[in-house]
Each structure stands twice: as structure tokens, then as C-alpha cells.
């Protein structure tokens, strides 16, 4: 069925426009009540990130939820994983996380978690759409059970010691020079209290948030200050994470950012060392490289592929007995701690990684050779390129092109109006001319 509110990860949109206004929030809180506690009672943990469209969202989120009898236990501003956490150890009804995570602070955006802190998949979000048509024509509570929301305390003190505990070599990270990008979102004080518990010799930036500054030149998409920082402390490694702090990106001592594939492979290299890696390889989507698949294959290990959105990473690791997977953007699903793409518990098991490598950064994340590829994200308005013949027949002429030694990645973006073109060929010039057949057909019609 064509969706009207979901996408790649929850709710999203640019605020006060459909379809992320308080109008939809109230809807869906509704709907989400009325569909997971029918009887109107229990509770229902709600967190949120830094931009200042949260509280406005998370108002009508608890309005829709005492409405129907549930109680909202408002853990303020955390990361997405720690309200993932929350809802599982509450055995609370559903979660909700009020954030556009990367997106700037002009949007806004709800995630929604089950009882066991995972995301719903597609079947349940869509009768979700279907509840909320209709979510302002049922019953409500009757006065006298409508609920009082409660503020918790100690939601991040929880969620970084869980982190905390999977740390190995916390003695190792001790006196190790970090730089830590917050992107003035929901882990600005989270990690930084996570890192400095390790002994970190921590430097901090993008921590300050005034509700605009959001992902706003810091953070996993604009790592050029944390690049700066790095090089300008003398820093053994940089990690930047994103407004909902449930991705990380790395950065060597050279200022140089590490792609996500190679951290994935540095940290499946690490549990399949020390016997923790299960299902035998590891699950990401159908932007990782080639050159992954080929290295994971050298170890005996598989690499398994699913679109693109870590909830369809997760729910394949747990369809097929994975504990580890993640997506080449940052997010990184630990699944014996972590139910969700989580940035500190990544960024805490490359530290522990790297302190007992004894070796730099630059040198430990250099663990395959990758395949050339590129990756070009067009914006457009209107109608969807890739509906046109012209798209179609150069996506077409790029595969024949390439055959086996290459493939073409052509997707919507779920959460902003781009089209995400990816090229990957085992040689550069086969994968341009791949690349350029397809952009270019893509930029005419956009």
C-alpha cells in the first residue's frame, strides 16, 4: 500500500509539514495505543533529541497517549538506543523517540519501538497507517483514567553503564587521546560521560546545544571539524556521532575518515577472533563494498545483504541467528547488548580494538582492499526519477556494461527528496562510466 506517513526509519519530514506536524503525532500516539494496549493501560517511553521542535512533538505525543488511559515516562534527552533500552527493561508497551537523527533541525521525527526495544517492521507500520486514518473516531479514556505523564531519572546514567560493561580493555583506553563530535544532539552528555569513565584523554566538540545548531556543520555527516580537531590535539582517533547518536563515524590520528565498511570488518575481524561472532559472517545492505564481501569470505564468513534502514539489518540478524551488522553509514548493531544502531557502544568496541592493537588507527582500519565505488545523492522535486523510461533504460545499459565485475545501487532516499546512485565496479573506469550513464539520466529528469 502507498504509505502516507512512514519511511525508511519512522516519521520524517521537514516540521509543521506534513506529514511530521503535532496533527500527526497525535494520531499516531493514538493509533499506537489503541493498536498495542488496547485496554488503555501500562506505559509508553518517549525520549527526544536537542531541536527544538521536540518538546512541541512530544506534547502531542503525550496528549494522544493520556488520552487512551497509558502513562508516557518522559526520559528527556537521550540517544535513540538508550530509549530502546528503556522500553525493553520498562516492559513498557511500545517506544517512541522524537528525532530526525542526521537530518538538520528544520525537521523533525518519530521512531517507534516494540515491547523488546525493536523497530516495527513493515506489516505493523502499515496498520499502523491504516489506526491512525481513523485514530480521532474511537472511544477515548473516561476522565477519571486519563494518565499523568512522569518524568524518569537516570535514563543515560542506565544506558551508559550498559554500554560501559562491554568494554574489555577500559584500563587500555585510559590516557588514549580522543576527540568526541556530540553534533549538538541527544549523546552530548552521554558519551562524553562514557568516555571520560574509560580515562580518555577526551576532547569534546559539537556538545552544546541551543536547539538549531543541530547536526549543523558537526556530527557523523560533516566530520570536517572533527577532522580538524583531530589534527590539531594530536588525537589517536575521532568519533562523530548523529543528532540521535545511534551512528558513529571514525576518524584516524591523520584526520583522515574511515569508511564504514572497514570499521564493520574491523569489528567482525575482533568477534570472530575471540569466538563471539554468530551466524557465521554479518549482515549489512546493498551499499556495503565488494571488497567486505571478498574479505569476509578470506576469513570463512559470510557477508548477507538487505535494503538499505538498519531495522532491516536487525531484522535479518535475528531472522538468521546474526549478533553483529550494520549499515556503511555509521550504524552498527550490536545485538548481544544492543537491540538498534547504537553510536557509543560501536565507538567504545573500535577504542577497545584499537588500544589493544597497540597499533595507529590509520594502519588497523585498513582491512580490505575495496572495490572502486561511488556513491551520488541528487535532489529532486516533483515526480520520482527513477518512475522514468529514460532512468530505467540507463540503469539498464549500466548493468549490461558491467556484468559481473559491477552493480548499480539506484534507490529513493526514505527520509529526504534524493536519489541515491551508487556505482561499484572491480576497476575505476568501468565503474565511472557506469556511474555517469545513470547520473546523468537521473539530473535530466530531476
Do not use: W
Amino acid at each position: 500500500m502507498a504509505r502516507q506517513y512512514f519511511g525508511t526509519d519512522g516519521i520524517r519530514g521537514r516540521v509543521n509539514q506534513q506529514p511530521m506536524t503535532a496533527e500527526t503525532a497525535l494520531r499516531l500516539a493514538i493509533a499506537a495505543a489503541r493498536t498495542f494496549a488496547p485496554d488503555g493501560k501500562g506505559t509508553v517511553v518517549i525520549g527526544r533529541d536537542t531541536r527544538r521542535s521536540g518538546e512541541m512533538i512530544e506534547a502531542a505525543l503525550v496528549a494522544g497517549l493520556t488520552s487512551m488511559g497509558l502513562t508516557p515516562l518522559l526520559a528527556g534527552i537521550v540517544p535513540t538506543p538508550a530509549v530502546a533500552m528503556t522500553t525493553r527493561t520498562t516492559s513498557a508497551c511500545f517506544g517512541l523517540m522524537v528525532s530526525a537523527s542526521h537530518n538538520k533541525y528544520e525537521d523533525n521525527g518519530i521512531k517507534l519501538f516494540s515491547p523488546d526495544g525493536l523497530k516495527f517492521d513493515d506489516p505493523t507500520e502499515e496498520a499502523l497507517e491504516a489506526a491512525m486514518a481513523g485514530a480521532f473516531n474511537a472511544s477515548f479514556a473516561p476522565p477519571e483514567t486519563i494518565a499523568t505523564p512522569q518524568r524518569m531519572v537516570g535514563v543515560g546514567d542506565d544506558y551508559v553503564r550498559s554500554c560501559l560493561a562491554t568494554v574489555s580493555s577500559g584500563s587500555k583506553i585510559k590516557g588514549m587521546k580522543v576527540v568526541l563530535d556530540c553534533a549538538h544532539g541527544a549523546g552530548f552528555e552521554t558519551a562524553p560521560e562514557a568516555l571520560l569513565h574509560c580515562g580518555a584523554d577526551l576532547t569534546v566538540i559539537g556538545a552544546g546545544p541551543d536547539g538549531i545548531n543541530i547536526n549543523a556543520g558537526y556530527g557523523s555527516t560533516d566530520t570536517g571539524a572533527l577532522k580538524a580537531a583531530v589534527l590539531n590535539c594530536g588525537a589517536d582517533i575521532g568519533l562523530a556521532l548523529d543528532g540521535d547518536a545511534d551512528r558513529v563515524i571514525v576518524v584516524d590520528e591523520t584526520g583522515t575518515e574511515i569508511d564504514g565498511d572497514q570499521v564493520m570488518a574491523l569489528i567482525a575481524r575482533e568477534l570472530h577472533a575471540t569466538g563471539r561472532l554468530k551466524g557465521g559472517g554479518i549482515v549489512s545492505t546493498v551499499m556495503s563494498n565488494m571488497g567486505l564481501d571478498q574479505y569476509l569470505q578470506s576469513l570463512g564468513l559470510t557477508l548477507s545483504r538487505t535494503r538499505v534502514g538498519d531495522r532491516y539489518v536487525g531484522e535479518h540478524m535475528r531472522a538468521h541467528g546474526f549478533n553483529f551488522g550494520g549499515e556503511p553509514s555509521g550504524h552498527i548493531i550490536l545485538s548481544d547488548v544492543s537491540t538498534t544502531g547504537d553510536g557509543l557502544l560501536a565507538g567504545l568496541h573500535v577504542l577497545s580494538v584499537l588500544a589493544e592493537s597497540g597499533q595507529k588507527m590509520s594502519a588497523l582500519a585498513r582491512v580490505f582492499e575495496p572495490a572502486p565505488q561511488e556513491l551520488v545523492n541528487i535532489r529532486y522535486a516533483g515526480a520520482n526519477p527513477m518512475d522514468s523510461a529514460r532512468v530505467k533504460a540507463a540503469l539498464a545499459e549500466a548493468e549490461s556494461l558491467m556484468g559481473s565485475r559491477g552493480r548499480m545501487v539506484v534507490r529513493k532516499s526514505g527520509t529526504e527528496p534524493l536519489i541515491r546512485v551508487m556505482a561499484e565496479a572491480l576497476e575505476a573506469d568501468l565503474m565511472q562510466q557506469a556511474l555517469q550513464l545513470v547520473v546523468g539520466a537521473v539530473k535530466a529528469e530531476a
